[in-house]
């Protein structure tokens, strides 16, 4: 159990006291939270006494020459947030921008080409980036230096010197620096020279610069200032006129002054931080001290022997609320970080919520690992951000942590839980024992598989009708990156960024029939293992998510029923360039990207090895011999199993699915499916369509949601039903009376499978020209379209986007695509269709709020990132990417020659329009 916090008395601090109504009677100067709670303004009184200061929601003002004309140069909400700020700050000026980047962005502004700053070598990640960008672009000269200690600031002091950027306490490391002796020598050496502190770790009511010297101040009030992480906000405040009418000059040009609604919530915020943060800094010296007791190295003012703890409490009046501590290893540190529940993964501090993070791969990943190296940065940091819960719920999270990772474990002589001193491997080892009996494997296997459309046979495919598929060039990605504390996890990022993970140990192993290594699951699925899932695991998922969670059902029956030897601990991030729901069988490559990333793992598969090493010695390295840049490279049986497995995934998803949209996206290119034990051919199962002709297509996406197995019953309702049905239930038809006949329907099928025998035999025709090709599919789109539309299977926006591209001047063939009902739909484009013609029609469809994607039809299959080729560019690109919206443990990038770090956060990371040419570049990719 944690100690429980004795009340901290706030120090009385000499701070500008508003004027006495009464001239009589003399008034004491206010404490530090009384001037919090008190916002006010003697020179601007509301008018109807308002409690809180009014948001004035306005650009401009009426009037000439008033106090303000234009909200970029001045808000009255605005001008009592920054005479608030001032008040607390012992500041003359305050000005308020939008985050504490843009006060340090406006700070620097004040410097010229051939200016020297001097800075500390701890400082914020972001610091160090817009530093490391004005001595680039700005020909400004930067030095770091260990600015705790004073004297080694002194020899860099010269008459070019205009600024010492300084932090104290510094983040991640805690040092502090002697603001007020490093002042006073800059001061006496260079009297121009400008002294910037970032008061961010400490805030105005433990830490105040401007009275040791500083000539100016800035925080990020998104963290303490404002404590709850609902606004981005930065305050700038300094004592000095000049000072204060360039940075307000610079402000009012840039227009980065905060908005009147910020202004609000940073005000409302100001008032209750005296109370956060002793309630914050109390609970941290806890924490701290049970690290501390614990054995772990722990940086924290408050701990003795802390260096600089006496310089510190000469000029603050507490100790803060952010401490670090190191625990011998990166890999532990993850673990502790990954196992903590009541700190949230995050990168900033300052919030009435607990957070944890590791910097070197959060905050401060944007600096070089040699630079972190050099300044002394441990890769295994662990940095804890104290909020306001109960501090005996916060110990208690994190002792599980410590536990669950092997940091600790019980001393049974002494009676109380001790830091575990083992080899880091005996350390891990006691961790994975711990966790549970899975089997780690550090292999990170990145997959892809591409989308389809279905060209003719739509509904009539489940009727025993020949589809026509072909894959398309917009593909899902799914990534698996190994975990190291026994769970499983799934990242749907397209799924209303849907994140959950499960504790492996808790899945229903024991539920349904266990499938033998190497069997293939039997055709019908295992329910009582599907309603196992849905009760436990899938419980405490709502049923809003309900995409999320049938496709977490759909992933976990998967990784059950492959992975009961080995139970593998990893996480599976999904992401596609497919627009997801639109019926272009986003689904299935998911199911096929599940399915490949489990039998990898599992080692249910495996890709063809490398060849041997040349003996010739003219061959500088190995390399694998394969077309087409990797197509064609895994093999048949690979990619038959996949499939199998991705209809497993399927059925989950839909009920009864034909199997095309998996087959397409196992196997790319266009193939026509025939269903088994149904049609109008003796000849069943899919068949690959030889000599495929690459087609371009427009997709648009009506954005309509579509329930596919509503609309397949329907049809099969239809046919069931003709002839005894009242003429009422067609009216959304465009047939009326011919509906009665009983035959209307079958005759409906055998058109449309007319139509899918043409096109198939125009497809593979070599002695067919490009021209007769496209009129003659043209001809087949439109006929298509309409049994679809007498099936009941369309739309209104799928029948307004028909009229769109065939309006003239575009004259194109347009069919829906997938099950109708909204969806998708296709459209042929010619090859001399002009570019101007296609951004017309683009616009125009954009403009009725549908959206376009032009692509290709007949791509590859399933792809796989090649395990044997050389990472090419892929630690480059991971050096360019800052970690954001951390939902699990950062993983731990190797750190030797030729790695293959975690391609996981810069995954997330990328925007969709960029991640297919990313993806690319990563190296080698191996296709069906």
Excluded at 614 to 633: K, L, N, Y
Aim: hydrophobic letters at 40%; aromatic letters at 6%; one cysteine or more.
């Amino acid at each position: 159990m944690a100690p429980t916090i004795d009340a901290k008395v706030p120090p009385i601090h000499d701070l500008p006291t508003p004027e006495p109504e009464s001239p009589l009677r003399a008034r004491k100067p206010y404490r530090f939270s009384t001037l919090c709670a008190t916002v006010e303004n003697p020179d601007m009184k509301d008018q109807h006494g308002s409690s809180a200061v009014p948001i004035y929601q306005s650009a401009t003002f009426k009037g000439v020459g008033n106090a303000y004309d234009y909200s970029r140069s001045g808000n009255p909400t605005r001008s009592h947030l920054e005479h608030h700020v001032a008040k607390i700050s012992s500041a003359a000026h305050a000005l308020t921008v939008a985050s504490g980047m843009a006060a340090l962005d406006i700070i620097l502004r004040m410097l010229k080409p051939g200016d020297e700053v001097i800075a500390g070598d701890d400082l914020y990640g972001g610091t160090n980036r817009l530093l490391t960008y004005i001595r680039s672009h700005g020909g400004v000269v930067v030095h770091h230096v260990d600015t705790t200690n004073p004297a080694s600031v002194v020899p860099l002091i010269h008459p070019k010197t205009r600024m010492v950027l300084l932090e104290s306490p510094t983040n991640p490391l805690l040092k502090i620096a002697d603001i007020a002796a490093i002042s006073k020598d800059i001061k006496e050496r260079v009297p121009d020279a400008i002294v910037v502190v970032d008061n961010t770790m400490m805030s105005p009511y433990l830490q105040r610069p401007l009275e040791h010297g500083a000539d100016i101040v800035y925080d990020s009030a998104t963290k303490y200032l404002s404590g709850h992480h609902d606004l981005m906000a930065g305050v700038i405040t300094c004592n000095r006129d000049d000072l204060h009418k360039q940075m307000a000059f610079t402000i009012n040009s840039v227009g980065n002054a905060l908005a009147p609604n910020d202004c609000f919530l940073l005000l409302r915020g100001t008032k209750t931080l005296a109370l956060r943060m002793d309630r914050q800094q109390a609970t941290s010296q806890l924490v701290a001290t049970y690290l501390h007791d614990l054995g772990f190295p722990t940086y924290y003012p408050g701990l003795p022997g802390h260096p600089g703890r006496e310089i510190h409490a000469r000029i603050a009046s507490g100790n803060g609320a952010v401490l670090s501590f190191v625990t011998g290893n990166k890999e532990l540190s993850e673990c502790i970080v990954g196992g903590a529940r009541l700190w949230g993964i995050s990168v900033s501090f300052g919030c009435v919520n607990s957070l944890i993070s590791m910097p070197c791969v959060m905050s401060h990943a944007s600096i070089d690992p040699a630079t972190r190296a050099a300044r002394g940065l441990p890769e295994d940091l662990i940095r804890l951000c104290v909020g306001i819960e109960d501090p005996a719920d916060l110990i208690d999270d994190l002792e599980h942590a410590l536990i669950d990772a092997g940091a600790i474990a019980f001393d049974t002589q002494q009676n109380k839980y001790s830091r575990l001193m083992a080899s880091t491997n005996e350390q891990l080892n006691r961790a994975v024992q711990k966790l549970g009996l899975f089997e780690p494997d550090e292999q990170e296997w990145f997959v892809s598989a591409p989308g389809k459309i279905i060209l003719f046979g739509e509904h009539a495919v489940v009727h025993g009708v020949t589809a026509i598929a072909a894959s398309v060039d917009l593909r899902c990605y799914g990534l698996a990156t190994p975990r190291n504390d026994g769970k499983v996890s799934v990242h749907l990022a397209d799924i209303d960024n849907f994140y959950h993970e499960w504790d492996i140990a808790a899945l229903p192993w024991n539920a349904g029939t266990r499938i033998a290594a190497g069997e293939e699951h039997p055709d019908v699925l295992d329910q009582v293992l599907m309603d196992a899932i849905s009760a436990g695991p899938l419980s405490n998922i709502d049923d809003t998510a309900k995409h999320a969670k049938t496709a977490s059902l759909a992933f976990l029956y998967m990784y059950i029923q492959l992975g009961r030897d080995r139970l593998p601990s990893f996480n599976f991030t999904v992401r596609a360039t497919l627009p997801v729901g639109a019926g272009l069988g986003s689904s299935a490559s998911f199911s096929t990207c599940a399915a490949t990333a489990l039998l990898l793992i599992n080692r249910a598969i495996s890709l063809p090895p490398p060849p041997a090493p040349s003996t010739d010695p003219e061959d500088s390295a190995p390399h694998v011999h394969i077309s087409h840049q990797g197509r064609r490279f895994i093999p048949q049986g690979i990619a038959e199993r996949v499939n199998k497995w991705a209809f497993v995934s399927e059925k989950i998803l839909h009920g009864n699915p034909s199997g095309v949209d998996n087959s397409v996206s196992v196997f790319g290119g266009a193939l026509a499916y025939t269903r088994a034990g149904f049609g109008f051919n003796s000849k069943s199962g899919m068949e690959q369509i030889q000599g495929f002709k690459s087609l371009k297509f427009l997709l648009t996406n009506s954005k309509v949601p579509r329930d596919t197995k509503k609309l397949v019953a329907g049809v099969g309702a239809l046919k069931a039903s003709v002839g005894r049905v009242p003429r009422a239930c067609f009216l959304r038809l465009t047939v009326c009376d011919e509906m009665k006949e009983p035959d209307l329907v079958d005759g409906i099928l055998k058109s449309i499978q007319n139509i899918s025998d043409e096109a198939r035999r125009a497809l593979a025709d070599p002695e067919l020209s490009r021209a007769e090709l496209l009129s003659a599919l043209s001809t087949l789109i439109n006929e298509n379209h309409q049994h679809l539309v007498v099936l009941g299977v369309s739309h209104p926006s799928l029948e307004t986007i028909r009229a769109t591209t065939a309006a003239p001047p575009y004259a194109l063939s347009t069919k829906l695509t997938g099950a109708g009902g909204g969806g998708c739909a296709v459209t042929l484009v010619p090859d001399d269709f002009q570019a101007e013609s296609l951004e017309s029609l683009t616009g125009a469809l954009v403009n009725e709020t549908f959206v376009p994607y032009l692509t290709a039809v007949g791509g590859s299959g399933l792809g796989v990132l090649s395990p044997y080729s050389p990472p090419n560019l892929r630690q480059t690109q991971l050096q360019t990417v800052v970690p954001s919206g951390q939902v699990t443990p950062p993983e731990t990038p190797a750190e030797t020659a030729g790695s293959d770090p975690s391609l996981r956060l810069a995954f997330v990371k990328q925007s969709v329009p960029e991640l297919a040419q990313w993806v690319d570049g990563l190296g080698r990719w191996l296709y069906v």
